[in-house]
Structures are given as C-alpha cells and as structure tokens.
C-alpha cells in the first residue's frame, strides 16, 4: 500500500512557482531520509532533493537556486519549493522515504514511493 501522501502537483508557466508536499501516514518505523525524485517522459527516473535525518539536505545541481527543500522526518513530512519554473521541468514528482524497519533480530532499511504528481510546466 502507498502511504506517503503527496499533494501540490498541477499546471503552470514557465517562470512561475509551485510547491509540493509530502507526509508519510505510517508511524511505526523510523524515517531516515526523505526525498523526491521526478522522472520526465521516456526518461529515468533522477534525483531531486532530500532531508536527512541529523536535519541536513541536498539540492540536485539542475535545480540548485530555485528548488528548496525543507521538512522534518521526525513529523514525517517534507515539501519542495519550485521557483522560476520551466518547461524542461514538467515531470511526474515522486515523494521517496529510506526507512528503518525493525526486526526480530536486527532489522533493515527499505525504499517507500509515493503514487506520484504531475508536474507541467509550459511555455
């Protein structure tokens, strides 16, 4: 089942701004990293942006400037400011977590995604 919620996706023009949203619902793991990735049509899927747990965070060089990333994992939320938006950005927006599932024994890390977002941005 899917439990990181995303919400914000949508239509704009270029030089415009939107912001994306996510929240994973599920309480009983520990989230290590949240972040989101965007994949364009007939492409990869590439790395975006996260926040980590110890509060620190990154920006892909692409969009280094005018995307900002903010969010606690601790709240289990993370949201991603679009600015100066242009077409080469139109994508399908993923929320991903890295979390901690405890085990009998020791436990493991695992990948959650969101459904996905759609992004356009037009000329």
């Known amino acids: 089942q899917v439990t990181l919620m995303e919400s914000g996706g949508g239509s704009v023009q270029a030089g415009e701004s939107k912001t994306l949203s996510c929240e994973e619902v599920k309480t009983d793991f520990t989230i290590l990293i949240m972040a989101w990735y965007r994949q364009a049509p007939g492409k990869s899927r590439e790395f975006v942006a996260n926040v980590a747990s110890d509060g620190a965070s990154m920006v892909a060089g692409s969009v280094e400037g005018r995307f900002v990333i903010s969010g606690d994992t601790r709240k289990r939320v993370v949201s991603l400011q679009m600015n100066n938006l242009q077409p080469d950005d139109t994508a399908v927006y993923t929320c991903?977590?890295?979390?901690?599932?405890?085990?009998?024994?020791?436990?493991?890390?695992?990948?959650?995604w969101g459904q996905g977002i759609q992004v356009t941005v037009s000329s």
């Open positions: 991903n977590a890295r979390v901690w599932i405890a085990g009998y024994g020791y436990g493991s890390a695992h990948e959650v």
